[in-house]
């Protein structure tokens, strides 16, 4: 019964994982998909230490604490689409107490900045995680040149802080020869 029950939670796991993988707009699905592996590891292995239970979500925290900074550090800094022009948003994370995490999002099927939030709220909400928009812009990312350059406003959330936004790119794109801001366009 368990070997069966085993198997097809593998098999679950492998269906949803390439249906994210296949589907740009499922991207922002990896982070629970790959919460719920490492869940599915775990109970595999009979020795879980101070672990007292898991959740629903599929996290993978100790009932003991810290697990705040463990939830936020598995969230990507960045996801961008690899080439073109599109709407982006940075939101803040936060965490159980004050840990928080500012991170970017965006695609280029979004016709609006809200679109954006609308597919990232929910799995930010399965991993327990509160959420604010800080407001939005566009990207024109030229992979091939290796250039990123951030700029405009969103109507409804306003203009995100763009040199956040540059730092966090940077760090994401570290062999990019040019990514820049300015605070001009639509």
Known sequence: MVVRCWVVLCLMFCAIRSLALS???????LPVVYSARQFLCELRQPS????KSFSRQGSTMSAEGGGAEAKLAAIPD????????????LIRCHGPGDVSKDIVRGFAWAEFHDHI???VKPVLDE???QSQVLGGGKITHESAEKKIHVYGKSTGFGQADHSITVEKLKKKFPDYS????????Y
Do not use: M
Request: some cysteine.
């Open 117 to 119: 939030y609308g597919k």
């Open 78 to 89: 960045v996801e961008i689409d690899p080439d073109g022009k599109f709407k982006y948003i």
């Open 178 to 185: 040019s990514i820049t801001f300015n605070n001009e366009g």
């Open 48 to 51: 879980l230490g101070n672990r």
């Open 23 to 29: 589907n740009a707009a499922s991207k922002c699905v």
């Open 127 to 129: 991993l327990q995680i």
